[in-house]
């Protein structure tokens, strides 16, 4: 089994931290400061709340006003930079919350020490509370970041603006209107750094999920100028082309599915339990006299607590079938339990799509250890 992310606040990680600290403040009680960090309630805190647990630890060897406190973070993080030759690291992303949590009313300050520790440890996190509060100030200052000479302050810009940070703070303004986001995705579109063109990327995605006409028009404006940007527009628009969106279909070449047929297909396990797989195959053939460009997927339709189901959409492959060419594909889906997913027993749906269009569903049902199919 994974070790859990949350570990990485371990031991060694805190001797990393306490010879940088020392090392800016020569008082720091260390013994003090670990004694506050392993309370009690440590092992069983989750990750994010191990983050914001360990700058409540640190605040009070901290000084008390903000300008004096952020500028002691930041020489922290020069001495980490030094420590750790320059690297970025997920580790260290507990250190914006400083800035979330103590600078909101100093905006000057905060956005001056936003650009320095993003280019240690991204600060997407942190800035949101910012774009809540000052929402043109703030995304006036991302467009700027966009121009910035270090690729993380750049990929900064595109990524703390993203309107569906996953475990991030919502930015309910920018998914119902995304406009003051598209002039920074324009700037770095073409990013000499595919970091910064994939955050892009991302960030197009999530305004597909509320605002589809406006990626869908911009990548119909982007597509076929570079190879790369090309890239940009096709991660982009992922959601859309699983939901089938037939304009999106039609942009990257797949095209009609009059001539696709789809045969034999078999569900080889009708009941499996959890921790178990769902295992199926089919036949998928070009009947035409022409290549066609097929993006197959299957439709997984996961039984809710309610009764209904929801579909999942996952990917088997884009290629290039030649007139009459025919294979056979088999799959199979894990039934484990996972943090992301509640499983819940009963009736379950398998269906294959091709370039957009769903054909029939079949059936099979999760059931209980002691169950028979």
């Known amino acids: 089994?994974?070790?859990?992310?949350?570990?990485?606040?371990?031991?060694?990680?805190?001797?990393?931290?306490?010879?940088?600290?020392?090392?800016?403040?020569?008082?720091?009680?260390?013994?003090s400061f670990l004694a506050s960090i392993f309370?009690?309630?440590?092992?069983?805190?989750e990750l994010k709340q191990r983050m914001h647990h360990i700058v409540l630890c640190l605040k009070p060897h901290l000084p008390t006003e903000y300008k004096p406190m952020i500028q002691t973070v930041l020489s922290i993080v020069n001495q980490l930079q030094k420590n750790n030759k320059n690297k970025q690291s997920f580790e260290w992303m507990f250190l914006p919350e400083f800035v979330e949590l103590y600078g909101l009313n100093d905006f000057k300050t905060s956005v001056r020490a936003f650009e320095q520790i993003t280019q240690f440890t991204s600060c997407e996190f942190a800035v949101?509370?910012?774009?809540?509060?000052?929402?043109?100030?703030m995304m006036a200052q991302m467009l700027q970041w966009a121009k910035h000479e270090n690729k993380n302050v750049r990929r900064f810009a595109t990524e703390g603006c993203r309107p569906?940070?996953?475990?991030?703070?919502?930015?309910?303004?920018?998914?119902?209107?995304?406009?003051?986001?598209?002039?920074?995705?324009?700037?770095?579109?073409?990013?000499?750094?595919?970091?910064?063109?994939?955050?892009?990327?991302?960030?197009?995605?999530?305004?597909a999920k509320d605002n589809p006409a406006i990626v869908i028009e911009i990548a119909k404006k982007w597509i076929g100028k570079t190879t790369e940007t090309d890239k940009l527009v096709k991660h982009a628009c992922r959601t859309l082309l699983k939901q089938g969106n037939t304009e999106m279909m039609c942009l990257f070449g797949f095209s009609s599915i009059e001539n696709i047929e789809i045969t034999n297909f078999n569900i080889h396990t009708p009941s499996i339990k959890?921790?178990?797989?769902?295992?199926?195959?089919?036949?998928?053939?070009?009947?035409?006299?022409?290549?066609?460009?097929?993006?197959?997927?299957?439709?997984?339709?996961?039984?809710?607590?309610?009764?209904?189901?929801?579909?999942?959409?996952?990917?088997?492959?884009?290629?290039?079938?030649?007139?009459?060419?025919?294979?056979?594909?088999s799959r199979k889906q894990s039934f484990k339990i996972t943090t992301t997913r509640k499983l819940h027993l009963g009736l379950h749906q398998i269906a294959i799509i091709v370039n957009g269009q769903e054909f029939d569903r079949y059936d099979f049902l999760l059931v209980t250890p002691h169950s028979s199919s």
């Open 1 to 31: 089994m994974a070790e859990p992310l949350k570990n990485i606040y371990n031991d060694s990680f805190f001797e990393k931290f306490t010879i940088a600290i020392q090392q800016q403040i020569p008082a720091f009680d260390k013994p």
């Open 39 to 45: 309370d009690k309630e440590w092992t069983s805190r």
């Open 128 to 137: 949101r509370p910012f774009i809540i509060k000052y929402p043109v100030k």
């Open 164 to 207: 569906r940070l996953p475990w991030a703070m919502a930015l309910p303004p920018l998914k119902n209107d995304p406009q003051s986001i598209l002039p920074i995705l324009e700037q770095l579109k073409n990013d000499p750094s595919e970091y910064v063109r994939r955050s892009v990327a991302n960030n197009l995605n999530d305004i």
């Open 274 to 329: 959890i921790g178990e797989a769902v295992s199926f195959s089919f036949d998928i053939k070009n009947m035409s006299n022409k290549p066609s460009l097929i993006r197959l997927e299957y439709g997984l339709y996961y039984q809710k607590a309610n009764g209904t189901l929801s579909r999942k959409v996952f990917k088997i492959s884009e290629t290039n079938y030649e007139s009459n060419a025919s294979r056979t594909i």
